[in-house]
Protein backbone atom coordinates (compact mmCIF):
# COMPACT_ATOMS: atom_id res chain seq x y z
CA UNK A 1 0.00 0.00 0.00
CA UNK A 2 1.36 3.68 -0.66
CA UNK A 3 1.69 6.00 1.50
CA UNK A 4 -0.74 8.45 -0.40
CA UNK A 5 -3.74 5.77 -0.53
CA UNK A 6 -4.16 6.31 3.37
CA UNK A 7 -3.06 9.96 3.55
CA UNK A 8 -3.94 13.10 1.54
CA UNK A 9 -0.95 15.83 1.88
CA UNK A 10 -1.30 17.09 4.66
CA UNK A 11 -1.21 14.61 8.22
CA UNK A 12 -4.66 13.87 9.94
CA UNK A 13 -4.97 14.85 13.40
CA UNK A 14 -3.87 12.43 15.80
CA UNK A 15 -6.72 10.93 18.35
CA UNK A 16 -6.82 12.83 21.79
CA UNK A 17 -5.14 11.59 24.58
CA UNK A 18 -7.71 9.16 25.95
CA UNK A 19 -7.56 9.72 30.03
CA UNK A 20 -8.53 6.53 32.03
CA UNK A 21 -8.44 7.43 35.56
CA UNK A 22 -8.92 11.02 36.33
CA UNK A 23 -8.39 10.50 40.14
CA UNK A 24 -4.73 8.64 39.55
CA UNK A 25 -4.36 10.63 36.44
CA UNK A 26 -3.49 7.44 33.91
CA UNK A 27 -3.68 8.30 30.41
CA UNK A 28 -2.65 6.63 27.01
CA UNK A 29 -1.58 8.43 23.68
CA UNK A 30 -0.62 7.71 20.35
CA UNK A 31 3.25 8.03 20.00
CA UNK A 32 3.04 8.42 16.39
CA UNK A 33 2.25 7.40 12.48
CA UNK A 34 4.45 6.36 10.08
CA UNK A 35 3.39 9.61 7.84
CA UNK A 36 5.64 12.90 7.20
CA UNK A 37 4.85 15.49 10.12
CA UNK A 38 4.99 18.49 9.63
CA UNK A 39 8.48 19.03 9.40
CA UNK A 40 8.27 16.26 6.51
CA UNK A 41 9.89 14.03 8.56
CA UNK A 42 8.82 10.07 9.84
CA UNK A 43 9.54 8.17 12.40
CA UNK A 44 8.50 4.60 11.73
CA UNK A 45 7.04 2.00 14.20
CA UNK A 46 9.99 -0.04 13.67
CA UNK A 47 12.39 2.60 15.22
CA UNK A 48 9.78 3.11 17.97
CA UNK A 49 9.89 -0.33 18.61
CA UNK A 50 13.88 -0.53 18.73
CA UNK A 51 13.69 2.69 20.90
CA UNK A 52 11.33 2.08 23.37
CA UNK A 53 13.30 -0.47 25.54
CA UNK A 54 16.01 2.45 25.86
CA UNK A 55 13.29 5.17 26.75
CA UNK A 56 12.01 3.20 29.44
CA UNK A 57 15.03 2.10 30.88
CA UNK A 58 16.16 5.84 31.53
CA UNK A 59 13.26 6.68 33.03
CA UNK A 60 10.18 6.52 30.57
CA UNK A 61 10.36 10.51 31.68
CA UNK A 62 6.99 12.49 29.89
CA UNK A 63 7.89 16.52 29.42
CA UNK A 64 6.23 19.44 28.83
CA UNK A 65 6.13 20.39 25.64
CA UNK A 66 9.70 18.78 24.89
CA UNK A 67 11.45 21.25 27.73
CA UNK A 68 13.39 20.48 30.39
CA UNK A 69 10.29 20.44 33.23
CA UNK A 70 9.18 16.59 33.58
CA UNK A 71 5.53 16.06 34.01
CA UNK A 72 4.51 12.76 33.94
CA UNK A 73 6.34 8.89 32.99
CA UNK A 74 5.39 5.65 31.46
CA UNK A 75 3.56 3.49 33.38
CA UNK A 76 1.69 0.20 33.02
CA UNK A 77 -1.79 0.76 34.33
CA UNK A 78 -3.38 -1.43 36.59
CA UNK A 79 -7.73 -1.63 35.76
CA UNK A 80 -10.49 -2.13 38.43
CA UNK A 81 -11.38 -5.75 37.15
CA UNK A 82 -7.38 -6.82 37.70
CA UNK A 83 -6.20 -6.19 34.06
CA UNK A 84 -3.09 -4.35 33.06
CA UNK A 85 -2.12 -1.91 30.17
CA UNK A 86 0.88 -2.19 28.78
CA UNK A 87 3.14 0.59 28.83
CA UNK A 88 3.57 0.48 24.60
CA UNK A 89 0.87 -2.05 23.00
CA UNK A 90 1.00 -1.46 18.94
CA UNK A 91 -2.16 -1.05 17.44
CA UNK A 92 -4.10 -0.77 14.27
CA UNK A 93 -5.04 3.07 13.96
CA UNK A 94 -8.58 2.95 13.13
CA UNK A 95 -8.42 5.82 10.52
CA UNK A 96 -5.33 4.60 9.03
CA UNK A 97 -5.28 0.82 8.87
CA UNK A 98 -1.40 1.60 10.00
CA UNK A 99 0.16 -0.02 13.24
CA UNK A 100 1.12 2.40 15.89
CA UNK A 101 2.39 2.55 19.15
CA UNK A 102 -0.03 3.54 21.42
CA UNK A 103 1.44 4.04 25.23
CA UNK A 104 0.31 4.48 28.51
CA UNK A 105 0.92 7.00 31.11
CA UNK A 106 0.97 8.50 34.54
CA UNK A 107 0.62 12.67 34.82
CA UNK A 108 2.29 14.04 37.72
CA UNK A 109 0.22 15.24 40.70
CA UNK A 110 -0.56 15.43 44.35
CA UNK A 111 1.57 15.31 47.52
CA UNK A 112 4.13 12.33 46.70
CA UNK A 113 5.04 15.06 43.79
CA UNK A 114 5.00 18.18 45.05
CA UNK A 115 1.88 19.51 44.98
CA UNK A 116 3.00 21.63 41.99
CA UNK A 117 0.50 24.08 40.44
CA UNK A 118 1.87 23.70 37.27
CA UNK A 119 0.93 19.90 37.22
CA UNK A 120 -2.38 20.88 37.78
CA UNK A 121 -2.74 23.29 34.88
CA UNK A 122 -0.95 20.79 32.46
CA UNK A 123 -3.74 18.00 34.01
CA UNK A 124 -6.60 20.01 33.20
CA UNK A 125 -5.06 20.99 29.30
CA UNK A 126 -4.78 17.39 29.53
CA UNK A 127 -8.57 16.57 30.27
CA UNK A 128 -10.03 19.56 28.49
CA UNK A 129 -8.60 18.42 25.26
CA UNK A 130 -6.43 21.63 24.95
CA UNK A 131 -3.58 19.28 24.77
CA UNK A 132 -4.00 16.78 21.93
CA UNK A 133 -1.30 14.49 22.32
CA UNK A 134 2.13 13.25 22.56
CA UNK A 135 5.18 13.83 20.97
CA UNK A 136 8.53 11.23 19.88
CA UNK A 137 11.33 13.53 21.82
CA UNK A 138 15.09 12.20 20.76
CA UNK A 139 18.14 13.05 18.51
CA UNK A 140 18.77 11.56 14.71
CA UNK A 141 22.25 11.51 13.65
CA UNK A 142 21.97 11.12 10.45
CA UNK A 143 18.83 12.45 7.42
CA UNK A 144 17.49 10.37 4.44
CA UNK A 145 15.66 11.59 1.79
CA UNK A 146 12.93 9.55 0.33
CA UNK A 147 9.71 9.84 -1.63
CA UNK A 148 6.43 7.85 -1.86
CA UNK A 149 3.37 8.45 -3.93
CA UNK A 150 0.62 11.03 -2.54
CA UNK A 151 -2.89 10.69 -3.27
CA UNK A 152 -2.92 12.16 -6.58
CA UNK A 153 -0.04 10.05 -7.82
CA UNK A 154 2.70 12.69 -7.56
CA UNK A 155 5.67 11.84 -6.04
CA UNK A 156 6.75 13.42 -2.76
CA UNK A 157 9.96 13.65 -0.66
CA UNK A 158 9.84 13.42 2.84
CA UNK A 159 12.83 12.90 5.30
CA UNK A 160 13.47 9.53 7.22
CA UNK A 161 15.58 10.43 10.62
CA UNK A 162 18.52 7.33 10.73
CA UNK A 163 20.71 6.66 13.88
CA UNK A 164 17.69 7.69 16.46
CA UNK A 165 18.27 7.75 20.27
CA UNK A 166 15.45 8.25 22.22
CA UNK A 167 15.10 11.07 25.55
CA UNK A 168 11.61 11.55 26.63
CA UNK A 169 8.06 12.11 25.09
CA UNK A 170 6.72 15.07 25.56
CA UNK A 171 2.99 15.99 26.37
CA UNK A 172 1.78 18.50 23.37
CA UNK A 173 -0.75 21.10 22.62
CA UNK A 174 0.15 20.70 19.14
CA UNK A 175 2.02 17.45 18.38
CA UNK A 176 3.63 17.51 15.13
CA UNK A 177 1.13 15.37 13.24
CA UNK A 178 -1.08 17.97 13.70
Not at 87 to 94: G, H, K, L, Q, W
Not at 164 to 175: Q, R, T
Request: glycine residues 8%; aromatic residues 10%.
Amino acid sequence: MRMGDIYPEHPVALDMDEVLDKNKRYVRSWLTVPIPDKENQVLTVEDVKRLMPFLIARGGVITDEHSYRPIGKLTEIPLEDGTILPIVEYRTDPRTGLDAPYVSWLCYGGPEYGDYKSDDIIWNDIKSGKRRGVSFGGNGWKKVVDFYTNNKGDPEVFVKIAGLEAHSIASCKIPMHP
